[in-house]
C-alpha cells in the first residue's frame, strides 16, 4: 500500500514537472490553445494556458501565481514584468504584431470615415466597448488613435471600458454597446459583429507582443518559447491572423471564417 502510494506521489510529481503554463493576453486565446495541443503531440509535453489583460497576467505573477512563459499584449506590461524582475530579460523578443479595428453588431453596421473632423460620436447612439485604456493594451491603443483623430472628447463619456479585448467584442457581439474598437483577430473570427472600418496603424504606438521566460520558469520551457517561433507555430499564428513580429506593418494574412468556439 505504502509502496502503491509512493509511485503514485511520483508519478504526480513527474507530470507536474512536465505541465509548462503560458500566461498570455486574451486576444491570444485561440491561438494559443491550438498551439498548446500541437506542443504536446509534437514533444509530449502538457502546456496550460492561462488569459487574461496583459496588466493582470503580470499582477498574478507578481503575486505569485505559477507561470512559464509570458505573452503580452504591448511592450509596456512587458516592462514592467522585467522592471520587477519577473521575467528572464535576456529571453525577452517580440513575437506577434495586430491590428485594431473597429465593430459593429451584426446587422447594425454604419458608415465610418476614419479622419479628422468626421463626427464619429454622432455615427452611433449608444456606448462604444473597449478595453480599459487604463489598464489594457488594447483599450490604449484605442485611445491613442482616438485622440489622434480628434474624436476622444466626444466619446470619453461613452465608453464601455473591459477588462480585456475579449471583453470587448462581447459586449458588441451581445448587442449591450453599438460599436467597438477590438483586434482585427478578433473581430474576423466573430460570428456576431461586423467590421465596418480598420484603424490605420500610424493612429497609434504599434502592436506588438512580446514574449519571455518568467524568472520561476522550468527548464523545459525553453524549449517551448523557441517552438513558439518556429515555422510550425508560425503557421498557426498567421492562420489566425496575427502577423509575425518581423512584419509588423504588412497586411495580415486571411483568418480562417470559423468563428471561435
Not at 459586449?171 to 456576431?192: F, N, P, Q
Request: charged share 20%; net charge neutral.
Amino acid at each position: 500500500m505504502i509502496r502503491s502510494l509512493a509511485i503514485l506521489l511520483l508519478a504526480s510529481a513527474v507530470a507536474a514537472a512536465e505541465t509548462l503554463t503560458i500566461f498570455a493576453a486574451a486576444s491570444t486565446t485561440n491561438a494559443v490553445t491550438e498551439l498548446a495541443k500541437a506542443y504536446d503531440v509534437a514533444r509530449g509535453v502538457k502546456v496550460v494556458g492561462s488569459y487574461a489583460a496583459s496588466s493582470a497576467l503580470v499582477k498574478q505573477i507578481e503575486q505569485g501565481a505559477p507561470a512559464d512563459l509570458l505573452i503580452c499584449a504591448d511592450q509596456t506590461w512587458m516592462d514592467t514584468a522585467q522592471q520587477k524582475g519577473l521575467i528572464q530579460a535576456a529571453t525577452r523578443r517580440d513575437l506577434l504584431g495586430n491590428e485594431l479595428v473597429i465593430v459593429a453588431p451584426k446587422g447594425k453596421a454604419f458608415a465610418v470615415r476614419v479622419e479628422p473632423g468626421f463626427a464619429f460620436a454622432a455615427a452611433f447612439a449608444g456606448r462604444l466597448a473597449v478595453g480599459d485604456p487604463a489598464s489594457v493594451p488594447a483599450g490604449a491603443y484605442a485611445k491613442q488613435a482616438l485622440e489622434r483623430l480628434t474624436w476622444w472628447a466626444a466619446v470619453e463619456g461613452r465608453l464601455a471600458p473591459c477588462a480585456d479585448a475579449r471583453a470587448a467584442l462581447r459586449l458588441v457581439e451581445l448587442g449591450e454597446a453599438d460599436a467597438g474598437i477590438v483586434y482585427r483577430t478578433d473581430a474576423a473570427r466573430a460570428a456576431k459583429v461586423e467590421i465596418i472600418a480598420a484603424i490605420p496603424t500610424g493612429l497609434h504606438a504599434p502592436i506588438v507582443y512580446p514574449v519571455a521566460l518568467t524568472t520561476d520558469a522550468k527548464p523545459g520551457a525553453a524549449d517551448l518559447l523557441a517552438w513558439l517561433g518556429g515555422e510550425t507555430a508560425q503557421a498557426v499564428w498567421r492562420r489566425h491572423g496575427f502577423v509575425i513580429a518581423q512584419l509588423v506593418g504588412a497586411p495580415p494574412a486571411p483568418v480562417d471564417a470559423a468563428p471561435a468556439k
